[in-house]
């Protein structure tokens, strides 16, 4: 009894595993963007405590199409952002061309610039691209 109900709980676990993954997984995979951030010798005891924010932007709109969070604050930080990171599902389509993204850590854990805080300049990359590099390079006055 105990053989037959371990063969029919892994039988169908194999054929449930076994189907066509939804559209949107094969987005995710297609526009992620992966790549490096670091930070300038200069500043970087500076930049030593705080929450580092990945930010993506589309266009000039100053809302976030997507953000990333990380309170590991070892450097250099390998990163990847994707469609599935996007704020608000609806504007999960727009995660495509050209995108803008940039890096900050925020002292007081807020993703909004505050005085102390370390960026970098923001870059336009390509949704999909890899192997993006972006390096903190200021400390917000």
């Keep these: 009894m105990v053989k037959r109900l371990f063969f029919?709980?892994?039988?169908g676990f194999f054929i449930l595993s076994?189907?066509?993954?939804?559209?949107?997984?094969y987005l995710i995979d297609k526009y992620k963007i992966t790549g490096q951030i670091d930070v300038k010798p200069e500043i970087k005891d500076q930049c030593k405590?705080?929450?580092l924010f990945l930010i993506v932007r589309r266009g000039a709109s100053?809302?976030?199409?997507?953000?990333k969070r990380f309170r590991d604050l070892d450097f250099p930080k390998d990163f990847t952002v994707s469609p599935a990171d996007v704020l608000m599902p609806q504007r999960v389509n727009e995660f495509d061309g050209q995108l803008i993204i940039m890096a900050r850590v925020s002292k007081s854990g807020s993703p909004f610039p505050q005085k102390g805080d370390c960026e970098s300049d923001a870059k336009v990359v390509e949704a999909g691209s890899?192997?993006?590099?972006?390096?903190?390079?200021?400390v917000v006055k």
């Design 8 to 11: 029919i709980f892994f039988t």
């Design 18 to 25: 076994c189907q066509e993954l939804p559209p949107e997984a």
């Design 49 to 51: 405590e705080g929450v």
């Design 62 to 67: 100053p809302q976030p199409l997507a953000v």
């Design 130 to 138: 890899r192997g993006v590099k972006i390096t903190i390079n200021r």
